[in-house]
């Protein structure tokens, strides 16, 4: 389905001081025909997804892209992750990527990232065919998909939980380093102990990709109940690593992801959680003060793809 895009949309522009040229915003473009195409297929699957992170807050505060911003974030309720992407990799026209730890081996990601094309366009008919059906752009354009995890109200068990999430996180993100120090075996044996499975003697590649679809299977334990408070794992998962950090800090109430509603996101409507002034407060604090913050990526993301295309093309 192409969707209409308004007049002088691909043009550069100036927001709030800040310039959007013309590759970006062809960009933009081609991730929001990204976007438009997941939701159908979650619409067809009675799956729920939320904007979430800088996307929710361009939404709300600028209607569209926060004007300095490149990417966009959703996110659906653990139960929902996996058979999602398992949903997309069928039912997404060819041209798509569904990356996951469940669907690429490389993926280190505990995340999913949709992408619009396998590779840059270098020149081919088939490259040259999906340029042009996204707006122009030659680049891997995309969204990007999070997990949110119930968190057990029971202090005990949700203090255990931290504990063997935080200990599994850190074995995955040290894992290079634990096995260059020799320490790697002692600590997925422990891990082995505590959950009562046995890793792949492969250390080189397996016992990784079971790590991280461990690390997954433990954030997800509580799905099926009814839990008070929610949150990004993986976003815990970082800051646990930092001294003093209380994981208890970065929780919502999972109430405020019971409904949704439809916002304006430029030229198309997606779906926000209903209570998204509680959401932005708890991410942002103030988030109608606007502020030039980095992402957790260079600006434009697709700078190292511009790169490596004039690189090859010789441009």
Not at 52 to 57: A, P, R, W
Not at 234 to 249: A, H, K, T, V
Request: hydrophobic letters at 35%.
């Amino acid at each position: 389905m192409e969707l209409r895009l308004p007049e002088g949309f691909l043009n550069d522009e100036v927001r709030d001081d800040f310039l959007i040229v013309s590759e970006m915003k062809r960009a933009w473009a081609a991730s929001i025909k990204t976007l438009m195409d997941v939701a159908r297929v979650c619409e067809r699957h009675n799956i729920t997804y939320y904007a979430d992170y800088g996307t929710l807050l361009g939404a709300i505060r600028h209607d569209g892209y926060i004007p300095w911003d490149d990417d966009i974030d959703i996110s659906v309720m653990r139960k929902d992750f996996r058979p999602l992407l398992e949903i997309l990799a069928r039912e997404l026209p060819g041209n798509y990527v569904v990356a996951s730890i469940y669907t690429q081996e490389t993926h280190s990601m505990p995340s999913a990232s949709i992408l619009n094309r396998r590779r840059i366009d270098l020149g081919s008919e088939e490259d040259k065919l999906i340029t042009g059906q996204y707006y122009g752009s030659p680049y891997g354009c995309g969204i990007d998909i999070f997990p949110i995890d119930k968190i057990p109200d029971d202090e005990e068990l949700r203090d255990n939980f931290f504990n063997l999430y935080n200990i599994v996180y850190y074995t995955e993100y040290m894992y290079m380093d634990l096995k260059k120090s020799g320490m790697l075996d002692s600590m997925l044996t422990q891990i082995e102990s505590m959950c009562d499975i046995t890793f792949s003697q492969d250390r080189d590649r397996q016992a990784l990709i079971e790590l991280r679809i461990l690390l997954a299977d433990i954030a997800g334990a509580f799905s099926d109940l009814d839990c008070q408070r929610c949150a990004l794992m993986q976003d815990i998962g970082e800051r646990q690593l930092l001294e003093g950090f209380d994981p208890m800090s970065m929780t919502k109430e999972t109430k405020w992801f019971e409904k949704t509603e439809t916002h304006k996101f430029e030229y198309v409507d997606i779906k926000i959680p209903s209570a998204y002034d509680s959401i932005l407060k708890a991410e942002f604090g103030d988030y109608m003060v606007k502020k030039r913050i980095s992402g957790g990526h260079d600006y434009p993301f697709y700078k190292d793809q511009k790169a490596e295309r004039e690189r090859i093309l010789g441009l």
